[in-house]
């Protein structure tokens, strides 16, 4: 989902994977600190460090699974 580039909606997320979106919370926190993501409430987007170190923010969320 983060390759779009485009701000991700948490709800859309679940929608589109069946999967509980509080599944990607530690993650989501984890990248967030690190300051490759910002959140605003259900809605989840790339920073421009995070669009920089794109390989590393994927494999977060591909060790966490």
Not at 5 to 14: D, N, S, W
Not at 16 to 23: K, R
Not at 45 to 59: P, S
């Amino acid at each position: 989902f983060l390759r779009l580039l485009e701000p991700l909606r948490l709800p859309e997320f679940t929608h589109h994977t069946g999967l509980d979106a509080t599944l990607l919370m530690p993650t989501l926190k984890r990248a967030q600190r690190e300051g490759f993501l910002c959140t605003d409430g259900n809605v989840v987007q790339l920073t421009m460090h995070g669009r920089r170190y794109l390989n590393e923010v994927q494999e977060l969320f591909l060790n966490n699974q």
